[in-house]
């Protein structure tokens, strides 16, 4: 495989005045990912601050309901700050500190990575600057005042739709016009090699403890892995240490939204052609004349219009499957869960959630289905509240 592809997605397509700084932070995370004393120091963050390990719990009334395989979530929604992402940024502001770096920036769609990258920047002592598209903030003001709260500035994008995708853009050209105290923490498994690598490696702590967690409990491994995905880092962090088990079958649910007959659909992999954007060769939502299509999804955290190279290149090897689930799909799930186990689960979740109510009651009892329970949902209750066409204060 090239250096920094998978398959033949990946790759590094970027201009000249970023090169520098990709290639400092490719020898550092070559350097600091086998340091004993980095991997104390953040398994002591994920441990101490981040509530790590989550527990991998068995969905017991959620079963008994579905009468087929055994579910079991596992609990990232517990983490510091209610998602998987704090995995990630943990692991970028330390790696960045440790390069000497003073200053964060990020991008952020709903909120979430933003508030999670303002965190650990405050926790690790730097200046954090988040780029958001000006529509989500005026969708999403108590994350902007969270991250505000957190010590962060907050910069308004409104070119193009003046969504996520706009403020991806824009945080790589602030990257390039200053990167000597500077470290973009990307959000997903996405952008130029080598983000998709160290995005996959600071979350694929989820698939080492579901690991030991499902040996210790079942002692056997799991027949189904199933997360959501929206730039694919909470799938793949679910997926990585099963990838050689090839028993174990993967599952990514793409946001389908109001159907992959629609052009409100965010479903990348199901719908999308192979494109180049922000840095990277992968499956992106295109129009006609192959530009970034508007996508739309009911979840917020799943409506980027591409998806990470490593996620193209497991679907093309038929490693790992990859399944549109649509809004109406996700809120049921969103509010089954909510009733049977007593979990309000993040809207993205759900969709995940979702696919394991299709496909449990025709399984057998013997079979183990593990979902990603990515985040939790209280960030979605007014949402799902106007969907179902009921009016609730924020
Ligand atoms: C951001 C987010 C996602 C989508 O991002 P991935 O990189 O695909 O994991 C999923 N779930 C939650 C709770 C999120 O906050």
């Known amino acids: 495989m090239n250096k920094g592809y998978f398959g033949k ?35 002591s963050l994920f441990n101490n601050y981040a509530n790590r390990p989550s527990p991998l719990y068995f969905a017991s009334r959620m079963s008994d309901d579905l009468k087929g395989a055994k ?8 983490n510091h700050t209610g998602s998987h992402k704090i995995n990630n940024v943990l692991g970028q502001v330390l790696l960045a500190k440790k390069m000497g770096k003073t200053r964060i920036i990020a991008e952020t769609g709903a909120g979430q990575h933003g508030v999670a990258t303002a ?51 824009q945080t790589l050209r602030e990257w390039s016009v200053r990167i000597d105290d500077t470290h973009y923490v990307i959000g997903s ?18 698939s080492r403890e ?40 993967l599952i990514g649910c793409e946001a389908g939204g109001r159907g992959v007959d629609t052009l409100d659909t965010a479903a990348s992999i199901t ?42 290149y497991l679907n093309d090897i038929k490693r790992a499957k990859y399944i549109p689930i649509c809004d109406n799909e996700a809120v049921f799930a969103f509010e089954y869960l909510s009733k049977m186990e007593g979990i309000i689960p993040a809207i993205e979740s759900a969709h995940a959630i979702a696919y394991a109510i299709k496909i449990a009651p025709k399984l057998s009892k013997d079979k183990i289905i593990i979902i990603n329970l990515s985040g939790r949902g209280d960030k979605d209750c007014a949402a799902i509240a106007k969907y179902n066409g009921e009016n609730i204060n924020e």
Do not use: W
């Open 9 to 43: 997605y990946g790759g590094m397509f970027i201009p000249e005045t970023l090169m520098s700084a990709i290639l400092e932070l490719e020898s550092a995370f070559n350097y600091y990912k086998n340091d004993e004393s980095f991997n104390k120091e953040l398994q």
């Open 71 to 78: 579910i079991y979530l596992k609990r990232e929604d517990l």
């Open 119 to 169: 965190t650990a920047a405050t926790l690790l002592n730097m200046e954090c600057e988040i780029f958001m598209g000006k529509e989500d903030i005026n969708r999403q003001a108590l994350n902007v005042y969270k991250m505000k709260l957190l010590g962060a500035k907050v910069h308004c994008v409104d070119s193009g739709t003046a969504t996520l995708k706009d403020a991806v853009s």
């Open 189 to 206: 498994v996405m952008g130029p090699h080598p983000f998709p690598m160290i995005v996959r490696d600071f979350q694929s702590i989820i």
């Open 210 to 249: 579901i690991k030991q967690q499902i040996l210790d409990i079942e002692n056997k491994l799991p027949n189904f892995v199933i997360a959501c995905v929206g730039g694919g880092s909470n799938a793949i962090g679910a997926f990585y240490h099963f990838i050689q088990d090839k028993e174990v079958e």
């Open 271 to 312: 719908i999308g052609k192979v494109g180049i954007f922000h840095g990277m060769k992968s499956y992106f939502c295109q129009n006609e004349y192959g530009q970034i299509a508007p996508v739309y999804s009911i979840s917020a955290g799943l409506d980027y219009p591409g998806v990470g190279p490593e996620h193209a």
